[in-house]
């Protein structure tokens, strides 16, 4: 009740600031400046521009529709702005981004933000401004580990995630010697130690993991290293992202190594890899994915929705955008404010469903978020019907065995 | 032959060349002789044609060469001695002879080039810089006369050389003139200059100061000498 | 050991194509080509799109990729480079700078960043036996054709009168032009062919790597050293830079895979500590 008393207090004497400005807009009363602004921070012109970037803004503007469509007149307000920034995939950036969003933007949240150290250096920013940063493109599951805080969200996938659903399945599958190669950054160094956990933890072994430069365009030490292993492995597991992947996996068929007996497992697939490399360069791959537009009736209606938009397919990263925005906009309705200790407050704990987050639980001890994940399979192209549709889904890992346990150094 | 009217020239803001005027008439040897800096290199680069900075006329044959490009004026006749002696590396002998295109009506051929400079034929098929330092500026004199350049602009010739060497140059200086080339020789080797050569510029700060015939260049060899510093 | 050897030649193929180009038109021309990184990745995209738009196949745009991408080169010196020669060097590295920025920009705002799929030719999809080890026939067609280019390269250089005029201009572009030789002429036709074999390296590249608008800019910074290492402008000298380095980062990914990254740069550090001038550049060519 307290608590409750405060906050109609501070939006009471909001009201009165806001009216001394000039009058806000309708319904405006308790959101600061009159308005919500939603920002999408991320990669809009590089490596990560098609799998995220722009579309990712398309994604949060549908949810923006689809909440002031849910709720009417009953909206909290009706001035809500979709803004988005280039952080080029340099924390620098991300870092002075962060701060230019948050203070001279008005942003209510930071949405997205591709790559590690970029999503770090936010999520510091966040700790200090005491805003709601949503990281969604980010991997690392430091966000949510030892640099977690009270206003860091961490929604839709992480390496822990990738590792687990891949590497204990494959391995379990009677694949038990892997040979890991990963991109030598954080990212890649982090993808082989969970995967080392995962497959040991699934009784197999890693036969060697080896850094790979990043970016690289030549695999082929790698691959023609990899038969005369000892023991002969029997999956490459290989940690690269976007380009990196596709020439890996270009010159894995070049040199045969499926023939040799040797498989291949994925730590990280977008749809967007699978497109580039073909269905076939591809065939029979299994991967986890966060999720698949084309898994039941309901993603697709949406993913129907999005091509409309887009002219594109949504990757998994473009639906989460979708749902942390809808669940953004749906938290600061229940708290009728957009106060961040506030929203924050509604967060923490929600349950909820919907078309990206399934079976979902915004985990209250270190702000992950929980939700069924699938383990897909490439389909060779015989099998492809339609354009991106790529994938069998085999298996859905629920979610509380999908992700990790929350990690006691998160403190927040 | 060669007629340079009102020639200045400069590197960046410092001007090098003062209106010089000089004259070379058909089958003359003419020097320009002149301390370090005087300004001899820029003049015989701006007959060429490779300096940038310049203001005046230059022509060559009574026809104005002054906005004609570099290989323009080397196809009306002009042959280039550098003072580096510009033999090419990666070129062999042969090739540094045969580089340049034949422009006048009466060029060496590579018998006679060979026959005058016997150790070039020896040496061929070697990259030019293998060669000594004499060979250099035997090969470099040897490639504008295959040209059959009909005026030769060289830049000290026998700076660095031997006497004996020096003494082979003269020589061919004078068989070349006495089958009516044309030359224009820096030399800051007075005597040598005066053996050579019919007349003599003086170049100093960049103006042309004196005219001198031979006897006036022998009477005041010592006192010319003070003046190059030499 | 000797397949992993022969594996770096074939990396080394791609270097050596490229180191060739930008050594020719650094000689002639003085410039130093950013925008090669972005005729490779152009050489690529034109194969994928013969082939999806037009369903022309791999051996078409073999030939036709590089001699499109040639005249655009020639069309490019003509309108730009030319205008920019007289000024200081660094006016035509920031123009093919910039030039590197738009192709990128172009080829990103219609196919977007993601790679495009190119299938290898069937012709070429086999292994084949070469008696010690068993190797993709794609790599050994990609080495086999980039030796034959080189060597064509070195015959027309050495034994042709062009080539004798390409390596005069390239080593006294001056005196060349005082020697009565229109180095002009000649400059647009050697520009056109560098970015000619930037494109033939991108083709080639299609079936093996990942065709996407970044590809070039990648690989151009290693480029750039092989050629350091080789020397400025010396043509023997980046070619055989470009299979040593290609060797010797796959003997690097072998056995010191953390230094992959690096190693080439360390190379190439401790080449121009040792001499300046890189491994077959002349010392004077420096001043």
Redesign the interface.
């Given at each position: 009740m307290k608590a409750l008393g405060r906050a109609a207090a501070v939006a009471a004497v909001g009201t009165m600031l806001a009216g001394c400005g000039g009058g806000p807009g309708g319904g405006g009363g308790k959101i600061s400046d009159g308005r919500l602004v939603l920002a999408v921070l991320n990669d809009q012109s590089a490596i990560y521009a098609d799998l995220s970037g722009k579309n990712s803004v398309e994604a949060v503007k549908m949810a923006v529709a689809d909440y002031k469509a849910k709720y009417g007149d009953k909206a909290v307000t009706e001035n809500i702005d979709v803004i988005a920034a280039d952080h080029q995939n340099k924390p620098d950036i991300a870092n002075s981004k962060a701060q230019e969003l948050y203070d001279r933007q008005k942003a209510d949240t930071i949405m997205d933000v591709p790559t590690s150290s970029a999503a770090l250096a936010v999520a510091n920013i966040a700790k200090t401004k005491k805003k709601v940063f949503i990281d969604i493109g980010a991997a690392t599951t430091a966000l949510t580990g030892a640099n977690c805080n009270k206003y860091t969200f961490h929604y839709g996938y992480n390496t822990y995630m990738l590792a687990h659903g891949t590497g204990s399945t494959v391995t379990k599958d009677g694949a038990k010697n892997w040979y890991v190669v990963y991109p030598d950054y954080a990212f890649g160094q982090d993808m082989n130690k969970s995967f080392s956990t995962a497959v040991q933890g699934a009784g197999g072994k890693i036969v060697k993991s080896d850094p790979a430069p990043f970016p690289n365009d030549n695999f082929s030490t790698f691959l023609l290293k990899a038969p005369g292993l000892s023991p002969k492995p029997q999956v490459l597991g290989t940690m690269q992202a976007g380009g990196d992947l596709v020439n890996l996996v270009k010159q894995y068929n070049e040199y045969k190594l499926r023939d040799k007996g040797i498989g291949l497992a994925v730590g990280l697939m977008f749809l967007t890899d699978i497109h580039s490399l073909g269905a076939d360069a591809l065939a029979g791959t299994k991967f986890t994915d966060p999720w698949y537009w084309n898994a039941d009736q309901g993603n697709r209606a949406w993913a129907d929705k999005f091509l409309a938009k887009t002219g594109k397919r949504p990757t998994f990263a473009h639906a989460a955008n979708y749902s942390a925005a809808l669940q953004y906009l749906d938290a600061v309705q229940r708290a009728g404010t957009d106060k961040s200790d506030d929203v924050v407050k509604q967060l923490e704990g929600h349950k909820f469903e919907d078309v990206f987050a399934k079976n979902a639980t915004i985990r209250a001890q270190d702000h992950l978020l929980l939700h069924d994940v699938a383990l897909a399979q490439v389909k060779p192209s015989s099998e492809v019907k339609e354009p991106w549709d790529y994938e069998k889904i085999l298996k859905t890992i629920p979610a509380d065995q999908a992700f990790q346990q929350p990690d006691p150094a998160c403190k927040l | 032959m060669l007629r340079i009217e009102g020639l200045s020239a400069w590197y960046g803001e410092a001007q090098v060349l003062r209106e010089a005027d000089l004259e070379v008439r058909k089958g003359e040897i003419v020097t320009l002789v002149g301390r370090n800096g005087a300004g001899k290199t820029t003049l015989l680069r701006c007959v060429?044609g490779?300096h940038g900075r310049a203001e005046g006329r230059v022509s060559f044959v009574d026809e104005d060469v002054t906005r004609l490009?570099?290989?323009r004026?080397?196809?009306r006749g002009l042959g280039?001695v550098?003072d580096d002696r510009?033999v090419?590396?990666?070129?062999s002998v042969e090739?540094n002879l045969?580089?340049?295109?034949r422009?006048g009506p009466d060029p060496w051929s590579l018998e006679r080039v060979y026959e005058t400079f016997p150790r070039l034929k020896d040496r061929r098929g070697f990259p030019g810089t293998k060669l000594s330092g004499g060979e250099q500026q035997m090969l470099a004199l040897a490639?504008v006369l295959r040209?059959g350049a009909r005026l030769l602009l060289c830049d000290e010739p026998t700076e660095g050389l031997s006497p004996l060497i020096v003494a082979q140059i003269g020589d061919i200086l004078r068989e070349v003139k006495a089958q009516g080339v044309t030359v224009l020789l820096i030399e800051q080797n007075v005597h040598f200059a005066a053996t050579v050569a019919d007349r003599h510029y003086l170049l100093a700060e960049g103006r042309i100061v004196e005219s001198l015939d031979n006897d006036e260049m022998k009477a005041r060899e010592g006192e010319l000498l003070e003046h190059l510093g030499i | 050991m000797l397949e992993q050897a022969f594996n770096g030649l074939v990396g080394g193929a791609f270097f050596a194509l490229l180191a060739l180009g930008l050594a020719v038109i650094f000689g002639m021309l003085g410039v130093v080509n950013f925008a090669h990184g972005a005729f490779y990745m152009l050489g690529a995209f034109g194969a994928f799109v013969l082939l999806d738009s037009f369903g022309v196949n791999f051996w078409v745009a073999l030939f036709a990729v590089p001699i499109v991408l040639g005249v655009v080169g020639v069309v490019l010196e003509r309108l730009f480079i030319r205008r920019l020669a007289p000024l200081d060097p660094l006016y035509n590295f920031l123009f093919t700078f910039g030039l590197t920025l738009i192709l990128q920009d172009l080829i990103k705002s219609r196919y977007g960043v993601q790679s495009q799929p190119y299938p290898r030719p069937s012709a070429l999809s086999g292994s084949l036996d070469l008696g010690l080890f068993t190797y993709p026939t794609y790599q050994v067609f990609v080495l086999a054709v980039s030796l034959a280019v080189c060597a064509l390269v070195w015959l027309a250089l050495t034994r042709t009168r062009v080539g004798m005029i390409v390596r005069a201009a390239t080593e006294k572009p001056e005196l060349t032009r005082a020697l009565g030789i229109d180095v002009g002429r000649w400059v647009t036709p050697v520009f056109g062919f560098g970015i000619a074999l930037a494109g033939l390296a991108g083709v080639l590249a299609a079936p093996m790597r990942a065709v996407n608008p970044l590809m070039g800019a990648d690989l151009i910074i290693t480029v750039f050293a092989v050629v350091v290492i080789g020397g400025l402008g010396s043509i023997f000298g980046s070619v055989t830079a470009g299979f040593a380095i290609g060797l010797v980062s796959a003997l690097g990914n072998l056995y010191v895979p953390a230094l992959s990254q690096t190693l080439v740069f360390i190379l190439m550090a401790a080449v121009l500590l040792w001499r300046p001038a890189g491994l077959f550049g002349r010392e004077e060519a420096l001043s």
């Open positions: - | 060429m490779l490009a570099v290989h004026r080397a196809r280039y550098p510009g090419y590396a990666t070129l090739e045969t580089l340049p295109p422009v490639r040209m | -």
